[in-house]
Structure formats: structure tokens, C-alpha cells
């Protein structure tokens, strides 16, 4: 199987690739995502920053969407990782959100799938992802799928005053 740039679902909606002028509905969704997180505030992105993440001369993130009725209601946006162990490619998946009156309809695993076999496709060792503790619901899906936990890992994270602080020190 070959991962789709542009697939029709079962319902009539679309998986593909994300292009050019769907900036403002992947933000929407980055918004939605930020809210059923507990983070409503945290969004800095705008639709200018995506245009230059996702496809300027320097892009090195991606998305896969789901349009419904012309409309995104479904998002995965990933980049690449590497493992220094297999000596291959992986995708991380940064953020994987589907509207609330469109889940149940499949749409987020067809877009984890389309990762899963951009994945099998190019020889990459592995997808992964990270996901919030208190979201029940979502792990519970994770794990229909045969994720596993990386249960010894803990991530970790430098930002604001603190980065700024270690990047000072050298």
C-alpha cells in the first residue's frame, strides 16, 4: 500500500496532503486542539507561519488533512525524526485532532494510516507521538491502533527564559 496524497474515505471526505490556502483551516483546528487541551491561550502559530512552515522554500513540517464538504475537520501534522539505532527516518506525529461533531467517522485513524504507510512506503523505522495523561479517550484509541507506551521515556523540554538562559552559558 502507498501512502495517499489524496484519498476519498468511505463518507465522501477527503484525505490528502495539505496545500496552499488550507492555512486557515489547519490554525482553526490548531486552536480547537489548544482548547481541548486545557491550553486556550497558548497558540502563538498564525496562518503567515504555517504558509512559510508547511510550504516555504524551508518547510520541514507537514500536514495530511481531512475535508468534509469543503471544509478541514481533521488534521496531522508530523515531521521527521531520525534514530541513530536503526540509521533510518521516523515521523513524529506533533498534533493529530478531528472536530468534535465529526469523530467517530474514522477520519482520525485514516490519518494516523496515511502516516503509517508514508512510513512502510519510504522505509522509515517508526511513527510516534506523545499524548497527555488525562486523555483517557484518546489513549484508548491509541491503543486500538497496537500503540504502546514508552513507558520509561519522559519527555523533556527547555523553553522561554530557561532556553534563553542555556543558550547563554556557551
Same mark, same amino acid.
Given at each position: 500500500?502507498?501512502?495517499?496524497? &489524496?484519498?476519498? =474515505?468511505?463518507?465522501?471526505? =477527503?484525505?490528502?496532503?495539505?496545500?496552499?490556502?488550507?492555512?486557515? #483551516?489547519?490554525?482553526?483546528?490548531?486552536?480547537?486542539?489548544?482548547?481541548?487541551? *486545557? !491550553?486556550?491561550?497558548? +497558540? !502563538?502559530? %498564525?496562518?503567515?507561519?504555517?504558509?512559510?512552515? =508547511? &510550504?516555504?522554500?524551508?518547510? *520541514?513540517?507537514?500536514?495530511?488533512? +481531512?475535508?468534509?464538504? #469543503?471544509?478541514? +475537520?481533521?488534521?496531522?501534522?508530523? &515531521?521527521?525524526?531520525?534514530?541513530?539505532?536503526?540509521? *533510518?527516518?521516523?515521523?513524529?506525529?506533533?498534533?493529530?485532532? +478531528?472536530?468534535?461533531?465529526?469523530?467517530? *467517522?474514522?477520519?482520525?485513524?485514516? @490519518?494516523?494510516?496515511?502516516?503509517?504507510? =508514508?512510513?512502510?512506503?519510504?522505509?522509515? $523505522?517508526?511513527?510516534?507521538? %506523545?499524548?497527555?495523561?488525562?486523555?483517557?479517550?484518546?489513549?484508548? &484509541?491509541?491503543?486500538?491502533?497496537?500503540?504502546?507506551?514508552?513507558?520509561?521515556?519522559?519527555?523533556?523540554?527547555?523553553?522561554?527564559?530557561? @532556553?534563553?538562559?542555556?543558550?547563554? $552559558?556557551?
Amino acid at each position: 500500500m502507498t501512502s495517499p496524497t &489524496f484519498r476519498t =474515505l468511505p463518507d465522501g471526505a =477527503l484525505l490528502r496532503s495539505a496545500r496552499p490556502g488550507d492555512e486557515a #483551516g489547519i490554525l482553526s483546528s490548531i486552536h480547537a486542539l489548544a482548547v481541548y487541551e *486545557r !491550553e486556550p491561550d497558548a +497558540v !502563538e502559530n %498564525t496562518a503567515e507561519a504555517l504558509t512559510e512552515t =508547511l &510550504f516555504g522554500p524551508e518547510a *520541514r513540517a507537514f500536514a495530511h488533512v +481531512v475535508e468534509r464538504d #469543503g471544509e478541514i +475537520v481533521g488534521i496531522a501534522i508530523w &515531521f521527521l525524526t531520525y534514530s541513530t539505532w536503526t540509521g *533510518r527516518h521516523g515521523i513524529w506525529l506533533e498534533d493529530l485532532f +478531528v472536530d468534535d461533531a465529526q469523530r467517530g *467517522r474514522g477520519y482520525g485513524k485514516a @490519518l494516523i494510516a496515511s502516516l503509517a504507510a =508514508l512510513c512502510v512506503e519510504r522505509g522509515y $523505522s517508526r511513527l510516534e507521538w %506523545t499524548v497527555l495523561d488525562w486523555n483517557a479517550p484518546a489513549i484508548a &484509541f491509541y491503543r486500538s491502533l497496537a500503540a504502546a507506551p514508552m513507558d520509561e521515556w519522559t519527555t523533556q523540554r527547555l523553553t522561554g527564559v530557561d @532556553l534563553a538562559a542555556l543558550a547563554r $552559558s556557551i
